[in-house]
């Protein structure tokens, strides 16, 4: 199985602050990589399909970037709603689908 | 606006089977290019793919459930179903069941259940 580890496992941070999460697989994955945000109680919400392409209907703070097997997930300017989990996965190696742990991300 | 609802019961005894059903309104679960999947999360955990199947009935299954699992889609009533065998503790989670997109990169998880707790315990 590809191994997915994401960086850091959780972090604080301010409204209006930019944050940056890192997701790394364990061989190249090229860009078979999405990222989630699940907030308590809920689904997870697709934000990144393709490693770099917004889903329609999330907003444009959100952006995905890198290729192989180092991936980030940057949030330009953050917003309360946006506090939750965030998971990368990669489907390189359909149907063994893994996800990374998560990575919490919570009011400073 | 696709919709999805997981259904089935919220208590299963150790060794037996579990068995889901996902109701899919809003579309036609026949549809090409979408692949009707299963994802679970044990509680408080991270996420952990099941599986998917196609309006065909071909079903794809992770290696590490693949001897447990079983999912398979009836058309005529836009519903897909996930029955595990032998279940243990451990397999007490919150299950999804979702609709993955097909494109250049692979699958991306678009709509997703509200999830179901399905509790192991005798």
């Known amino acids: 199985d590809i191994q997915m580890t994401q960086s850091p496992s959780s972090l604080s941070a301010s409204v209006g602050d930019r944050v940056t999460i890192t997701c790394r697989a364990s061989q190249s994955i090229s860009s078979y990589l999405n990222w989630y945000q699940q907030k308590p109680g809920k689904a997870p919400k697709l934000l990144i399909y393709a490693a770099s392409s917004l889903q329609t209907g999330v907003p444009s703070r959100f952006s995905g970037s890198g290729s192989g097997t180092d991936f980030t997930l940057t949030i330009s300017s953050l917003r309360p709603e946006d506090f939750a989990t965030y998971y990368c996965q990669q489907t390189y190696t359909s149907p063994s689908i893994t996800f990374g742990q998560g990575t919490r991300l919570e009011i400073k | 606006q696709v919709q999805l609802q997981e259904s089935g019961p919220g208590l299963v005894k150790p060794s037996q089977t579990l068995s889901l059903t996902c109701t899919v309104s809003?579309?036609?679960?026949?549809?090409?290019?979408?692949?009707w999947s299963w994802v679970r999360q044990l509680p408080g955990k991270g996420l952990e793919w099941i599986g998917y199947v196609y309006y065909s009935g071909s079903a794809y299954y992770s290696p590490s459930l693949k001897s447990r699992v079983a999912i398979s889609i009836d058309t005529s009533q836009n519903q897909f179903s996930l029955r595990l065998s032998s279940v243990t503790a451990a397999d007490t989670a919150v299950y999804y069941c979702a609709r993955s997109a097909s494109g250049t990169y692979g699958l991306k998880v678009d709509y997703w259940g509200q999830g179901t707790l399905v509790t192991v315990s005798s």
């Open positions: 809003g579309g036609s679960i026949s549809s090409i290019g979408y692949y």
